[in-house]
């Protein structure tokens, strides 16, 4: 089968798509539905972590498997090809274990206010795109948990039951404001991520 990725979604390499789990999947619309639910379960999970260090590979990857995992059989390992944006695959580990020890010192010398933080880490951690796919959703729930491990409530991007995965004008909302942010302006992505 073939599926048909919103704007701005990563297209996968065929070796990508040999390892969908399910193997009843026909179309965009049953892989979209399987993989929600897988999602959620990993949302639920990530919620449970309350005291575990979330600014490490381990929990970044744990979290990615939790997401995936009943979907993907390379969930939560890092890609190993090169995509039409992140930073070269090879460079993936490095380039995030960079990311998290910069967001660790942000967080504890408070560099930017919360929501900043949070929308800049967002941002830099779907910027390297670290696997095959499903950076943009696992990197807002990372966004999510830093921004509520500072005392705030959770990001809404658009939205609690707005899906901005499919295309629509809430996804061409957050794409602009990602490109904004590529031009180290932040604000319509902060607007954005509390709308
Ligand atoms: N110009 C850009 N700058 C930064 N990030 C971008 C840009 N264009 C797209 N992205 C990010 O890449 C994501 C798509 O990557 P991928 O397909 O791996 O994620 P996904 O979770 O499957 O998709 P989505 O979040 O779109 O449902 C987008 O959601 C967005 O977060
Ligand atoms: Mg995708």
Same mark, same amino acid.
């Given at each position: 089968?073939?599926?048909?990725?919103?704007?701005?979604?990563?297209?996968?390499?065929?070796?990508?798509?040999?390892?969908?789990?399910?193997?009843?999947?026909?179309?965009?619309?049953?892989?979209?539905?399987?993989?929600?639910?897988?999602?959620?379960?990993?949302?639920? &999970?990530?919620?449970?972590?309350?005291?575990?260090?979330?600014?490490?590979? +381990?929990?970044?990857?744990?979290?990615?498997?939790?997401?995936?995992?009943?979907?993907?059989?390379?969930?939560?390992?890092?890609?190993?090809?090169?995509?039409?944006?992140?930073?070269? &695959?090879?460079?993936?580990?490095?380039?995030?274990?960079?990311?998290?020890?910069?967001?660790?010192?942000?967080?504890? #010398?408070?560099?930017? +206010?919360?929501?900043?933080?949070?929308?800049?880490? #967002? #941002?830099?951690?779907?910027?390297?795109?670290?696997?095959?796919?499903?950076?943009?959703?696992?990197?807002?729930?990372?966004?999510?948990?830093?921004?509520?491990?500072?005392?705030?409530?959770?990001?809404?991007?658009?939205?609690?039951?707005?899906?901005?995965?499919?295309?629509?004008?809430?996804?061409?909302?957050?794409?602009?404001?990602?490109?904004?942010?590529?031009?180290?302006?932040?604000?319509?992505?902060?607007?954005?991520?509390?709308?």
């Amino acid at each position: 089968m073939e599926f048909h990725d919103a704007p701005g979604a990563t297209p996968l390499d065929p070796d990508e798509v040999a390892g969908l789990v399910p193997s009843h999947i026909n179309t965009q619309g049953d892989l979209n539905a399987w993989e929600q639910i897988n999602i959620v379960q990993g949302e639920r &999970w990530a919620l449970r972590q309350k005291k575990r260090e979330f600014l490490d590979e +381990g929990f970044v990857r744990d979290l990615h498997k939790q997401m995936f995992d009943k979907t993907w059989k390379w969930a939560g390992t890092f890609r190993k090809s090169n995509k039409n944006i992140g930073v070269d &695959w090879t460079q993936v580990a490095v380039k995030l274990r960079n990311l998290l020890e910069n967001t660790q010192y942000q967080m504890k #010398h408070q560099v930017f +206010g919360a929501d900043e933080m949070a929308v800049r880490f #967002h #941002h830099q951690l779907v910027w390297i795109h670290a696997f095959p796919n499903g950076n943009g959703r696992h990197a807002r729930l990372m966004a999510d948990l830093l921004a509520m491990r500072l005392g705030q409530a959770r990001l809404s991007w658009g939205g609690a039951d707005a899906s901005i995965t499919s295309v629509g004008v809430l996804r061409s909302q957050y794409l602009m404001a990602l490109r904004a942010a590529d031009q180290g302006s932040f604000d319509a992505l902060m607007a954005f991520a509390r709308s």
